[in-house]
Structure formats: C-alpha cells, structure tokens
C-alpha cells in the first residue's frame, strides 16, 4: 500500500511539472492558447467549406477560377462555442 501511494504521490508531482509531455499540456498557458487558436481557424475553414464547397472541391476542365473571398467570422451556428469565450 505504501509503494503505490509512493507512486501516485511520484505521479502526481510529474504532473504539476513542466518537464513531461503531460505536465506540459495540463500546465502551459501558451500551448492551451495555441490549441484554442488552432481550434477556431479550423472550425472557421469547416465553416467556409460549407458556405463554398465549390471553392475547396472544384472540377472543371478548363480552370474557372473562384472570386469571391473566405469567410472571416464563423458562422451562427458555431459562434457559442466555448473556445471563443474570453
């Protein structure tokens, strides 16, 4: 009994460290932010896909190219997310 609370005492101290992979990601506030960031251009590029498929998956024998621009705000659907909380 004491060797495992020895070994969750030992695990526990590694994971309020920034030395691991998982003290890392529980601990670092620039990674959190940088994974949330990442999130949101990724649900914004989901979102452009479904307003303009054409502009993502375009089959057309000579090469007719699009004009109109991306989207720079996510849609309604997705703006309650909580990663865009502050």
């Given at each position: 009994m004491?060797?495992?609370?020895?070994?969750?005492?030992?695990?526990?101290?590694?994971?309020n460290t920034n030395t691991g992979t998982v003290g890392l990601l529980l601990n670092d506030t620039r990674l959190y932010n940088n994974l949330t960031a990442t999130t949101n251009k990724l649900?914004?590029?989901?979102?452009?896909?479904?307003?303009n498929p054409k502009r993502y998956i375009n089959i057309s024998v000579f090469g007719k190219k699009q004009t109109n621009t991306?989207?720079?705000?996510?849609?309604?659907?997705?703006?309650?997310?909580?990663?865009?909380?502050?």
């Amino acid at each position: 009994m004491n060797t495992t609370i020895g070994d969750l005492k030992s695990t526990i101290g590694k994971l309020n460290t920034n030395t691991g992979t998982v003290g890392l990601l529980l601990n670092d506030t620039r990674l959190y932010n940088n994974l949330t960031a990442t999130t949101n251009k990724l649900n914004l590029l989901l979102d452009d896909l479904k307003t303009n498929p054409k502009r993502y998956i375009n089959i057309s024998v000579f090469g007719k190219k699009q004009t109109n621009t991306g989207l720079t705000v996510p849609l309604p659907d997705t703006i309650n997310a909580p990663y865009l909380r502050q």
